[in-house]
C-alpha cells in the first residue's frame, strides 16, 4: 500500500479520554487552534443517551453521546471550521484520499472499526471509532488514539484496511476528514451559548422512547431484567458496565466530560444558567458511575438486588438531566 514513509511533522501525540475529541485535538491543534477536550466535546453537542437493543444483542447497549462523526460536525459548523469528509466505497480511493491528505501535511481523521487495530486492548466490534493518523511506512499507520490505547499508536497497514473496511452497526465507508480554521477566529462565547442550547434542545426532545431523558427513564425499566437478558450475565454484565465507565467515555457516560466543559464556559460566559448546569452535572456524573458499579456487581453476583437499585437511580437520573438540560436550554 506505501512505498517511503511519510510523517506530518508537528502534530500533538496525547490521547485524550474519548475518540472523537481526541482526533478533532490532533487535527485542530496542527491547524493551530488549541481547545481542550472537554470544550471540544462540548460545542460539539456530544452529549446524549441512547438505549440500544438490538436481536443478537447480549445485552442492551447505553450510550452516552451522539453518533458517530456527529460532534465533528457540529463542532466544524459551530466554530465555521472548513470540514472536508471523504467516503467511498473503493478501497484503493479511500487510501489515495488519506496518502494525498499526508503528502499534502495534513493530519487525517478516519472512523474505522477498533476490532482490527492491533495496538487495541479491546477485542470487539465498534464500528464509530475514529482516529487521527499522522503518517506510514512501507508496513505501518501512525495513529493518535485515546491516552487508555496508548496515544501515538502504530499498526500494520493491512489491519488499517481491514479496520476502514469493516461493515455494520456504525461503521463507515473508507471514512477520512480534514479540518482547516478560518483565518476570523470565531467568538467562542456565541459558539457556547448557541452550543449549549442545541444540545439541550436534541436531548430535551428526542424523536423515540430510546433517546435523551426519556430513553434513561425506559433504561431504568429496563435495566431490572437483564439478568435474565443477558447471554452469560457473569460476562456480558461487566462488560456492559466497563463500556459505560471506561469504554472512551471519560468516565460517567460522558456526563463527567460536559461537566468539565460546562465548567469551563462559565469562565467565558458569565451567566448562571450555565453555573447552575455545571452544578447538575457535577452531581450527576458520580450518579452514573455508581449504575454502571451496579451493574457489574449484579452480573458478578447473579443478584438482582443491585440492578433495582439501579433503576431507582437511573428513574432519578432521568429527571435530574432533564431539569438541568431545561436550566441549560434557556442560555
Known amino acids: ?36 477536550e472537554a470544550m471540544l466535546f462540548g460545542l460539539g453537542e456530544g452529549l446524549g443517551f441512547v438505549y440500544w437493543d438490538a436481536k443478537g444483542m447480549d445485552v442492551p447497549f447505553l450510550g452516552g453521546r451522539s453518533k458517530p ?9 459551530r466554530l465555521g471550521l472548513e470540514l472536508r469528509v471523504t467516503e467511498t466505497a473503493s478501497a484503493a480511493r479511500g487510501w489515495r484520499n488519506v496518502v494525498a491528505e499526508l503528502g499534502a501535511g495534513r493530519p487525517v481523521g ?26 506510514y511506512d512501507d508496513t505501518d499507520a501512525y495513529l493518535v488514539d485515546t491516552a487508555q490505547q496508548g496515544g501515538a ?3 500494520s497497514l493491512r489491519s488499517l484496511a481491514l479496520a476502514r473496511a469493516e461493515r455494520g452497526p456504525m461503521t463507515a465507508r ?13 467568538d467562542l462565547g456565541v459558539a457556547i451559548r448557541a452550543a449549549v442550547r ?4 436534541t436531548f430535551l426532545n ?19 431484567r437483564w439478568l435474565d437478558r443477558a447471554t452469560d450475565p457473569g460476562r456480558d454484565l461487566p462488560m456492559a458496565a466497563m463500556l459505560m465507565e471506561r469504554g472512551g467515555t471519560g468516565g460517567g457516560l460522558f456526563r463527567a466530560m460536559y461537566r468539565d466543559f460546562l465548567a469551563e464556559a462559565a469562565t467565558v460566559v458569565d451567566d448562571e444558567r450555565l ?29 438482582p438486588g443491585p440492578l433495582v437499585r439501579a433503576s431507582e437511580l437511573l428513574a432519578d437520573l432521568a429527571g435530574r438531566e432533564r431539569r438541568a438540560m431545561e436550566i441549560l436550554s434557556g442560555l
Open 1 to 36: 500500500m506505501a512505498d517511503d514513509r511519510v510523517i506530518v511533522e508537528g502534530v500533538g501525540l496525547s490521547g485524550g479520554r474519548h475518540c472523537e475529541t481526541t482526533a478533532l485535538g490532533v487535527l485542530l491543534g496542527h491547524a493551530g487552534l488549541e481547545l481542550s
Open 69 to 77: 462523526m456527529a460532534i465533528t460536525r457540529a463542532l466544524a459548523g
Open 110 to 135: 478516519l472512523q474505522l472499526d477498533c476490532y482490527h487495530l492491533e495496538y487495541f486492548t479491546a477485542r470487539t466490534h465498534f464500528g464509530g471509532h475514529v482516529v487521527a493518523m499522522y503518517g
Open 153 to 155: 499508536v502504530t499498526t
Open 174 to 186: 473508507h471514512l477520512a476528514f480534514t479540518l482547516a480554521v478560518p483565518e476570523a477566529r470565531p
Open 198 to 201: 442545541g444540545n439541550a434542545a
Open 206 to 224: 428526542p424523536p423515540i422512547a430510546n433517546l435523551g431523558h426519556r430513553g434513561i427513564g425506559k433504561a431504568a425499566v429496563r435495566v431490572r
Open 275 to 303: 453555573r447552575a448546569g455545571h452544578r447538575g452535572y457535577a452531581e450527576i456524573a458520580p450518579r452514573w458511575t455508581e449504575v454502571a458499579g451496579l451493574i457489574a456487581a449484579a452480573g458478578e453476583s447473579g443478584d
